[in-house]
């Protein structure tokens, strides 16, 4: 297995991209720990089903996640181990959130979570980048049209609320 911390920048080579942004009224480092804090995602977050540290290392480690991916009144559960290393604010040139999954229908993808801090608040970003499953002739397809659109983007826009939600509140409450 490769150690996180080698992870590395972003890839820039990758046939498919899903981006989601977030306006969060609350400081960095108040959204940076909160997800950062990747076990206790399942308490902020009821699309999560869990989240297992397997490994840990000064900087991240191997994380086994699982979500749901709602559809209606139905909930299609999903799941993958990422490699993870955290770059924390004052660490670099910016605090950013990286994993690698390394097992489950989206081994390969690379995400990063970026934080920029603004006067009245933080942008949280999420890029997804890959070139899909390995399945010959329809990998990229599926991963264009389905996974990518419908679970990557359903699942991470709902992550991201919900954690700007937990930041925003926390802010009000400080």
Do not use: C
């Not at 999954?101 to 990063?112: F, K, L």
């Not at 934080?115 to 999420?126: C, K, L, M």
């Not at 390995?134 to 264009?144: D, K, N, Q, S, T």
């Amino acid at each position: 297995m490769t150690a996180a911390s080698s992870l590395g920048p972003l890839p820039a080579d990758r046939r498919v991209t899903t981006v989601d942004e977030h306006f969060v009224r609350a400081p960095l480092q108040i959204m940076f720990d909160l997800a950062a804090d990747v076990e206790r995602w399942p308490v902020h977050l009821a699309h999560y089903r869990y989240v297992r540290m397997l490994e840990r290392t000064a900087d991240g480690g191997l994380v086994e996640m699982s979500a749901n991916r709602p559809f209606g009144i139905l909930d299609w559960p999903t799941w993958w181990t990422s490699l993870m290393t955290l770059s924390r604010p004052g660490d670099g040139p910016r605090p950013s959130i990286r994993f690698r999954h390394v097992r489950g229908v989206t081994a390969g993808m690379d995400v990063e979570w970026s934080f920029e801090s603004r006067p009245d608040g933080t942008v949280a970003r999420i890029v997804h980048v890959w070139n899909g499953p390995a399945v010959p002739l329809i990998g990229e397809l599926a991963a264009r049209v389905v996974i990518a659109p419908v679970f990557v983007h359903g699942i991470a826009s709902r992550t991201l609320a919900g954690l700007a939600k937990v930041a925003e509140r926390s802010t009000k409450g400080a």
